[in-house]
């Protein structure tokens, strides 16, 4: 077979497993500048710092004091804001969930001078404005703190309202017999994704998830009024986003123990009085 067929074939194969460009992980990180009067401030420098890799964007606000950072990877975020005139203003964690549009509180300077800042570490919840979505998000401090036993992210999909496990086996996850029924949708309704890519399976059965819940940075999930590049399915879209790395290292030891010697004993058996078998 001549050589540029098999390159054909080839190039084909990989547009076939590359994800769509529509499935992205990536959000958009919005705001405006104003001065103390709640006047728009054109011109200022605002700095999107990734509090993980340290890399980072500057953009300048338009006319009407508007800034947007797009593509974005989910992450916690640092935004700082300097004019000439002002303090300079620093808002920490700010935490961009999947493909979320994060619309910010305005952002008032100070006049002063341009040696001091003013830094916001606390703030109350952001609400959704930019559209209309519901969703939730099962963050990086949940993954890593919560005691889930078979180190599957799925058990915490049904942490979220509107979420209903239909147990299969006796630890949940999108393998097996296991499913999850969101906002009253069929269990097979769910569009499952790791960094963009489709989890499901060729033959229609359970999905391919595979991943550590140890490289899992945050999870996102979608259940309703989300942007039609996310409505593969009929039922929620569930995405997951891996670790990109960072300056430190990190490292994590378990042990797990599961033995019958913790089992209950069942009520029939205490009942009669007899010791709790194998």
Known sequence: MPFHIHLA????LLLLVSPA???????????????????????AKVTLLSE??????????????????????????????EHPGFRAYTRTGIELTPSQELLLPPVRLELGNASETVTVSASAATIQLANGERSGTVSSQEIENLTILNRDFANLIALQPGVVVNPGNEVQGFGGSSSFNVNGARGTGNNITIDGASTDNTN????NNNVSIDSVQTVEIKTSSFSAEFGRKPGAAIMAVTKSGGQ???????FFK????????????NKAGLKKGP
């Not at 599961?258 to 058996?269: K, P, S, V």
């Open 21 to 43: 460009s529509g499935q992205t992980v990536n959000g958009s990180v919005l705001g405006t500048v104003e001065d103390s009067s709640g006047a728009a401030i054109s011109g």
């Open 248 to 254: 430190k290292f990190h490292g994590a030891l378990y």
């Open 52 to 81: 993980r890799t340290r890399a980072s964007r500057d953009e300048a606000t338009q006319s009407s004091g508007d800034f947007s950072f797009r593509a974005a990877m989910p992450g916690l975020y640092t935004l700082k804001v």
């Open 9 to 12: 074939r080839a190039a084909v």
């Open 204 to 207: 229609g059965g359970a999905g």
């Open 258 to 269: 599961r033995h019958e010697e913790f089992n209950a004993t069942d009520f029939f058996t």
